[in-house]
């Protein structure tokens, strides 16, 4: 997670990483700024990306661009079917990550 915060931050995007659902809860509450685009991991603990990602899109009442990141090539078609998010496999490749935020932030 760390890692990733600071492959964004090193190319001046600002972001935001949340370990679990009551922390990014809290900060939802606290922050008016809706994010321009969701990064998230399929696996969390005791969570995971797809209802996090979710969770953020019905905060803010609006369908936010959302990159769902998962060490599971298997389930790369399901969450791609049951969510219509945009899927990577891990390792992800910079830039592989790169192309997907200039192309949906652009």
Request: glycine content about 2%; hydrophobic content about 40%; charged content about 25%.
């Amino acid at each position: 997670r760390y890692g990733m915060q600071q492959l964004l931050e090193s190319w001046d995007c600002e972001c935001q990483s949340f370990a679990d659902k009551a922390t990014l809860q809290k900060y939802l509450q606290a922050s008016p700024l809706k994010p321009d685009v969701i990064l998230a991991d399929y696996h969390l603990a005791g969570d995971n990306g797809i209802e996090l990602s979710r969770l953020i899109s019905n905060f803010y009442k609006q369908t936010i661009p959302t990159l769902m990141v998962t060490a599971s090539m298997e389930r790369e078609e399901t969450i791609r079917q049951a969510t219509m998010f945009d899927v990577l496999i891990k390792p992800v490749k910079p830039e592989s990550l790169y192309l997907w935020l200039r192309n949906t932030v652009a």
